[in-house]
């Protein structure tokens, strides 16, 4: 089992940056992937950014060159460092994880926070 819970969502203008934060507690012996997604209103979650158990990060085309994702000394807490935000970026961001590969698929994922806002405007 593993725990999540994500904070640092706020309402910015378009061009500012903003760093949310997962962090995870629970067994995750053997390292777990853990995963950004955001969902815009009546739409399903989509993938943002990963990172696998070995620490290497995955993003998105339409993130990459603006997010970042860093992880602090314990492993626990997964950070997403989002700079140069869009109004599209506007959605309520969550975060995943679960054992074994990484994977884009929300279905994949067993363990969820309860997620955060984010709010860019023009």
């Known amino acids: 089992q593993v725990q999540l819970f994500e904070s640092g969502g706020d309402s910015v203008p378009a061009g500012g940056s903003l760093r949310p934060s997962c962090a995870a507690s629970?067994?995750?012996?053997?390292?777990?992937?853990m995963a950004w997604f955001r969902r815009y209103p009546g739409q399903e979650r989509e993938g943002v950014a990963r990172m696998d158990r070995d620490g290497r990060p995955t993003y998105v085309d339409s993130v990459k060159g603006r997010f970042i994702l860093s992880k602090d000394n314990n492993q626990r807490t997964l950070y997403l460092q989002m700079n140069d935000l869009k109004p599209e970026d506007t959605a309520m961001y969550f975060c995943?994880?679960?054992?074994?590969?990484?994977?884009?698929?929300?279905?994949?994922?067993?363990?969820w926070g309860q997620g955060t806002q984010v709010t860019v405007s023009s």
């Open positions: 629970g067994n995750m012996l053997g390292g777990v992937c």
């Open positions: 995943g994880a679960d054992y074994g590969e990484c994977t884009f698929r929300a279905g994949w994922y067993n363990y």
